[in-house]
């Protein structure tokens, strides 16, 4: 489940024995798409994880706290996934240490790894930054129509100056891709799942998916 940014911390209740955390829209949608479709091949997880979008990087220490001093957690053995981008990976860091540590009484693995402390399991996954090789946008770009990518090619320098200050233009392709057919899915999530093509025709998810099976082992 993804819970949308209008839910506040406060008002945030965990559900499920493995929590993922996500730093954005996209991570989150993304790590919700590959659980479903492996669903076979992480039984642990399937049905068993609460994916939520930490809508920006800053607030993923808060929602760790959430998480750790949630009666779920605390009362039985649980998983906690961060995954956030290589770009703020050290931004993220310095938040999340200390109150993984205060309120979990455990620490972060390496990226890509997880690990158990004190009966608590955590992982780490950093996705490329933007621009970088295996960025998410770049992941989405990959599996995209050609019919769809010729569309959005039309109109991107509109898309990308309304995205203004983001200056990024493979965010504004994505964007634009997403917004090229009549009845376009509305997020990189739905984009994902009305594509033909399987989710192995981009490699570079292939990390995400090793490194959740990880989280789903005993």
Known sequence: MIFPREVSVGDLEIVCP?????EGKDDAELVQYLLKKHSTDLPDLDGKVQVINCDGVDNIHKL?????????FQSRPGTLGIVTDEDTLERALAQIAPVLDTHAGTRLPHPGEVHTVAGKRTGLFASPGRGQRGAVEGLYLAVASPERRRLASTYIDDVEQA???VKHRQKAELQAVLAGLPLSPRSPGDALQTNKRLIHDAAGFSPLIEWLRLLAAS
């Open 18 to 22: 493995t929590v993922v955390l996500a």
């Open 64 to 72: 760790v706290i959430t998480v750790a001093t949630s009666d779920l």
């Open 163 to 165: 995205l203004e200050p």
